[in-house]
């Protein structure tokens, strides 16, 4: 048995080059200094902490004077937001959420070789930032929760929509991280699409009556646009990022499309809403037919 560990071994060791680890072996600290090795790609993580510390700060103080009970929780489901994600930036800052992933054949990157700051190299290697599906997984269903309430919706469609997009972002991730096929990482794209399309159509095609019923149409609709469209982008960016089609194979560049995204969709959106609501509270005075705490929204 000794005999037959140590052949294994040094046919291990044949095959790899002696500074060259399997993905797994990774550690967290040479993932951090990768990224300190990679100021464009630490720098797409670092102006999205700045900008979620900035825009808690604001919101706070734009929601300081709100009083209407579904304003108020509205507010409070738009400052989750900027939360959620200055947290979320900060692990994958910090390497905690930030990973190497050995594609597999078919990927444009099997066959490649990825170099980490101290020399380390990995067969078929690629940076996975999975840490980016753990801050969508938590903020999406709070811009969704705020854009529903703005729409005065009914508690089925809310619930509906939070569930697709949780499922969204879930199997958005098992695409990312499946390393066993490349078929099965675009299976779990397509299934990760199709929850896509069903947010979509309740934004596209229930909410917007609401909202009508609401008096809130006009801001909603503005709303409802920026985030199919950003939607959409995240989508197709990452078919034609590192992760999916490689055409674009920069890490770096494919993570300051997704930063890009987030300011849009997050922080701009936010501040619309929040502009709006604090300008036009009395509308949603008008309509408002719950006192948080005590009931939800009507299901009629």
């Known amino acids: 048995m000794t005999e037959l560990l140590a052949a294994e071994t040094v046919a291990l060791a044949g095959a790899l080059p002696i500074d060259s680890v399997l993905a797994a072996d990774v550690t967290q600290s040479q993932m951090f200094e990768y990224l300190q090795e990679d100021a464009l790609l630490n720098s797409s993580l670092w102006i999205n ?19 209407n009970s579904r304003a108020k929780l509205i507010w409070v489901a738009t400052l989750w937001v900027p939360l959620v994600s200055i947290a979320s930036y900060t692990g994958l800052a910090s390497g905690l959420t930030l990973g190497v992933l050995q594609m597999p054949p078919g990927h444009a990157l099997h066959g490649g070789e990825l170099v980490l700051a ?29 854009l529903g309430l703005l729409a005065n919706t009914n508690f089925t469609k809310l619930f509906t929509i939070i569930v697709a997009d949780i499922s969204i972002m879930v199997t958005g991730l098992a695409a990312a991280l499946t390393t066993s096929s490349y078929a099965m990482r675009w299976f779990w794209y397509f299934i990760s699409v199709s929850f896509f399309l069903v947010v979509v159509y309740i934004l596209l095609v229930e909410w917007p009556e609401d909202a009508k019923a609401a008096g809130t149409a006009e801001i909603f609709n503005l709303l409802k646009l920026l985030t ?30 997704y930063s890009i995204f987030d300011i849009l969709a997050k922080y701009v959106f936010a501040f619309l809403l929040l502009n709006w609501i604090t300008d036009n ?14 009931a939800a929204p009507s299901d009629d």
């Open 281 to 294: 509270e009395s509308i949603i005075a008008e309509h408002t037919t719950f006192e948080s705490g005590t």
């Open 49 to 67: 902490i700045a900008l979620a510390g900035l825009s808690i700060l604001l919101f706070v103080y734009m929601g300081r004077n709100i009083e």
């Open 228 to 257: 199919v469209v950003l939607w959409f982008g995240y989508t197709i960016w990452w078919a034609l990022g590192n992760e999916g089609l490689a055409l674009i194979e920069s890490v770096a560049i494919t993570s300051w499309g």
């Open 118 to 146: 101290d020399g380390t190299t990995i067969d078929d290697g690629a940076i996975t930032m999975w840490g980016r599906y753990l801050t969508w997984t938590l903020s999406t269903p709070f811009i969704l929760l705020a």
